[in-house]
């Protein structure tokens, strides 16, 4: 069994900083690409940021040059630092890692973890 779990979100005043960090545990062979999503209140969920695990990054237009994802391949972690946060990036944030079991499971799958919440307000 795979776990995802993530830490580090709160309440946060606007220009702030947050540092979002997600561990997956349980039954891992390898990961390959990990990524953040989030979902606003009445919102559809959005992807914000991936890394593979070379570690090349993709970010989205909303939070581009704000926002950081960053990896430990040795610790199977996945951390996004947030700068510059605004109200616009309230929501739950969640992770994401595509997940290979054992040396033969070619395809892997994907894990979700159940979200951080992140509120940035004065």
């Known amino acids: 069994q795979v776990r995802l779990v993530e830490s580090g ?4 005043q606007p220009g702030g900083s947050l540092t979002l960090s997600c561990k997956a545990s349980g039954s891992i062979y ?3 690409a990990m990524t953040w999503h989030r979902q606003a209140p009445g919102k559809r969920r959005e992807l914000v ?3 593979t695990r070379a570690g ?4 989205t237009d909303p939070i581009s040059g704000r926002f950081a994802i960053s990896r430990d391949n040795d610790r199977n972690t996945v951390n996004l630092q947030m700068n510059s946060l605004k109200p616009e990036d309230t929501a739950v944030y969640y992770c994401n890692a595509h997940i290979y079991s054992s040396w033969f499971d070619n395809d892997g799958k994907i894990y979700w973890g159940k979200g951080t919440l992140v509120t940035v307000a004065s």
């Open 9 to 12: 979100g709160g309440l946060v």
């Open 30 to 32: 390898s990961i390959g």
């Open 49 to 51: 940021a991936a890394i």
């Open 56 to 59: 090349t990054t993709n970010y």
